[in-house]
């Protein structure tokens, strides 16, 4: 079952690219006490996520830091590496957003958030969304009911909602 508004976030290991490699991020303790806003795209390079999801959160940081954000999330099915590159490439990590990795869909899986789509090259990857998280506790969430659409899970689509 999915997770919806005014479920707690299950705990989950995540990764990041840090200065001496992989790191492991426990999402729990990073959202403890904090006001996050957490975005999943299907990956990492893909035409959606790279011309418009990640975009739309770059140029919405500064909006969602008025509105007291801590930090801007972006988690996607993949590995560390893969996510560093994304992040440079797409100016997501010189913005300030944080890139984590959820290379075996553990946390994906565990919200309920996942699909398959073979004919795409797409195994175990995440729905589009974006959230709003409160001490670990989901306040907000857009979903899209098609992971090629980026338009209530856009920056814009989360900004106006809160």
């Keep these: 079952m999915a997770i919806s508004k005014g479920d707690t976030l299950p705990d989950a290991t995540l990764v990041q690219f840090g200065e001496n490699g992989p790191e492991a991020v426990e999402l729990g303790e990073k959202l403890k006490g904090r006001k996050v806003v957490i975005f999943a795209v299907p990956g990492a390079f893909t035409p ?5 999801h990640v975009p739309s959160f770059i140029r919405t940081k500064n909006d969602f830091a008025e509105k007291g954000v801590d930090e801007i999330i972006c988690v996607s099915v993949n590995d560390p590496f893969v996510l560093k590159a994304w992040g440079e490439t797409t100016g997501a990590s010189e913005a300030g957003i944080t890139m984590l990795g959820d290379p075996e869909s553990a ?15 797409l195994i175990a990857r995440s729905k589009r969304y974006a959230m709003l998280v409160e001490d670990g506790t989901v306040t907000l969430l857009h979903a899209e009911a098609n992971p090629g659409a980026c338009e209530i899970s856009a920056g814009e689509g989360l900004l106006e909602a809160m």
Excluded at 48 to 52: D, E, G, N, R, V
Aim: one cysteine or more.
């Design 48 to 52: 959606t996520c790279h011309s418009a």
């Design 107 to 121: 946390f994906t899986k565990a919200i309920g958030m996942d699909f398959t789509a073979p004919p795409a090259g």
